[in-house]
């Protein structure tokens, strides 16, 4: 069983920055894509960035520009660097990575609140 273990989540003022973590438990250089995930109460789970193997990095509409997501095979983690935040950018922040046949692993989530 992978895990991933995430960290970097606080509380920030609008504009501010923070850079999340996640790191696997194994060697992520088979993971196919990789992604984070946030999810705000009451809510459905988004897709806030994706990066695919091979591929440049996506981003869903209302973060780009001002996030960034990467990868670090030898550290087996990937970051989510998340500059201007603002306040709707407050939600429980989630990484994803998948591997061929079906297997995907998710961290437990951490928590960014963006409040004046």
């Known amino acids: 069983q992978v895990q991933l273990v995430q960290s970097g989540g606080g509380s920030v003022q609008p504009g501010e920055s923070l850079r999340l973590s996640c790191v696997a438990s194994e060697s992520i250089s088979g993971a196919y894509a990789l992604a984070w995930y946030r999810q705000i109460p009451g809510k459905h789970r988004e897709i806030v960035a994706r990066i695919l193997d091979g591929g440049s990095p996506d981003y869903a509409s209302p973060v780009k520009g001002r996030f960034a997501i990467s990868r670090d095979n030898p550290k087996n983690a990937i970051y989510l660097q998340m500059n201007n935040l603002k306040v709707e950018d407050t939600a429980v922040y989630y990484c994803?990575?998948?591997?061929?046949?079906?297997?995907?692993?998710w961290g437990d989530g951490t928590q960014v609140t963006v409040s004046s």
């Open positions: 994803n990575m998948d591997w061929p046949g079906n297997l995907v692993f």
